[in-house]
């Protein structure tokens, strides 16, 4: 069918008219997003050599990772000297949390919930980029076990404060990786001292 027009003269399919009752007599919507909710070509770093090559071709030409997917295990990596290791880290944690907005799919999702549970809904996620946010999802509504990137934490619980907000460390370090190894110098690199 040809749907109808919502807000905005936006045009909703029969699927999300379909969704959109249901969700309107549901008494909570539960929204459950992994990975995949934040995938877009051009940017699908963890599962495309050609993405990753793209927007960290340094680090993917030097040390020889695919995707970021391989780059999980980083610290634990012996040849990779923490200096290319943090470098490779600030640029994906801003690309992932601040330098790439939500993918329409979170527009999309934004909407319908808008329309249909705007005080009923709630966020399960395993993504650490930050995305809902970014899309306009309350933060009281977001439950984000695995944390997000606005935020580092020491490996170990070295002080009390082993948890703190990324951006400032970001800002410092970026200007400072270089864009021909994707090192970041070692004065730059985090530390509590």
Not at 31 to 54: C, K, L, N, Q, T
Not at 149 to 157: H, I, L, N, T
Not at 178 to 183: A, V
Request: some cysteine.
């Amino acid at each position: 069918g040809e749907g109808a027009a919502g807000a905005g003269g936006a045009r909703w399919s029969d699927e999300e008219l379909a969704a959109g009752r249901w969700l309107a007599d549901a008494h909570a919507v539960l929204v459950v997003a992994g990975a995949g909710m934040s995938v877009e070509a051009g940017r699908a770093v963890y599962v495309s050599a050609r993405d990753f090559a793209a927007a960290y071709p340094a680090f993917a030409r030097r040390w020889g990772y695919s995707t970021a997917y391989e780059a999980m295990g980083l610290f634990a990596e012996q040849r990779v000297p923490p200096t290319a290791k943090w470098g490779f880290w600030a640029q994906h944690m801003h690309n992932q949390r601040w330098g790439w907005g939500p993918c329409p799919a979170y527009a999309h999702l934004r909407r319908l919930l808008s329309r249909t549970a705007p005080r009923r809904h709630f966020v399960l996620t395993s993504n650490v980029d930050g995305q809902f946010l970014n899309a306009g999802v309350l933060p009281r509504r977001i439950y984000r076990p695995q944390g997000d990137w606005s935020r580092v934490q020491c490996a170990g619980p070295c002080r009390p404060d082993s948890s703190f907000p990324s951006r400032p460390f970001l800002d410092r370090a970026l200007p400072l990786v270089d864009p021909e190894s994707g090192e970041l110098p070692a004065p730059a690199l985090p530390s509590h001292e």
